[in-house]
T-cell receptor, first 114, second 113 residues
Framework: GENVEQHPSTLSVQEGDSAVIKCTYSDSASNYFPWYKQELGKRPQLIIDIRSNVGEKKDQRIAVTLNKTAKHFSLHITETQPEDSAVYFCAASILTGGGNKLTFGTGTQLKVEL | DSGVTQTPKHLITATGQRVTLRCSPRSGDLSVYWYQQSLDQGLQFLIQYYNGEERAKGNILERFSAQQFPDLHSELNLSSLELGDSALYFC????????????FGSGTRLTVV
């Protein structure tokens, strides 16, 4: 089955700096890559996703890049703010009719310091 | 409110007991997924149901079982509970065609004492 590795496990940045989280996946058939943000004690929330027919996607301060050949994708957060502090999870799946099972990375604890 | 409803929010029970966690998916979603999140752990996939049928199974213990009912709500049954079963249990749902990622409920925090 699919295996997703995520690095780093913890990341500390100064407010206003950029943060980058990287993930690799094992199944070349995977075609959907969402990122989730989870604040302490709360549910994971989808913040951005990308499909395999696109190399990059941006939404305000957040961007995701995908390299299908290398089987890795990354989350980029620019101009970080204290409210960006949370655990971020990458995931991969194969979209099919009937739903899709997401395989998650192990998470990155991002801390944005003042 | 994500539209995925999980009850109860908190549950405290003793070792050896059995509990049932309930999940109602977003309106129109046919797939339901259960995940376990232990302290400092990631999201471990347990099981998926699609329109009443089991679709995929992950690292779900034999002491755990689930089902999805005709009205599409799902229940996760945990029996012979052990201290190590203490965790956040999340339910998520997705649209049939899988065009989008899925939406998580707020979770049930299970504490086994």
């Amino acid at each position: 089955g699919e295996n997703v590795e995520q690095h780093p496990s913890t990341l500390s940045v100064q407010e206003g700096d950029s943060a980058v989280i990287k993930c690799t996946y094992s199944d070349s058939a995977s075609n959907y890559f969402p990122w989730y943000k989870q604040e302490l004690g709360k549910r994971p929330q989808l913040i951005i996703d990308i499909r395999s027919n696109v190399g990059e996607k941006k939404d305000q301060r957040i961007a995701v890049t995908l390299n299908k050949t290398a089987k890795h994708f990354s989350l980029h957060i620019t101009e970080t703010q204290p409210e960006d502090s949370a655990v971020y999870f990458c995931a991969a799946s194969i979209l099919t009719g009937g739903g899709n099972k997401l395989t998650f990375g192990t998470g990155t604890q991002l801390k944005v310091e003042l | 409110d994500s539209g995925v409803t999980q009850t109860p929010k908190h549950l405290i029970t003793a070792t050896g007991q059995r509990v049932t966690l309930r999940c109602s998916p977003r309106s129109g979603d046919l797939s339901v997924y259960w995940y376990q999140q232990s302290l400092d752990q990631g999201l471990q996939f347990l099981i998926q149901y699609y329109n009443g049928e089991e679709r995929a199974k992950g690292n779900i213990l034999e002491r755990f079982s689930a089902q999805q009912f005709p009205d599409l709500h799902s229940e996760l049954n945990l029996s012979s509970l052990e201290l190590g079963d203490s965790a956040l249990y999340f339910c998520a749902s997705s649209v049939e065609t899988g065009l989008y990622g899925y939406t998580f409920g707020s979770g049930t925090r299970l504490t086994v004492v």
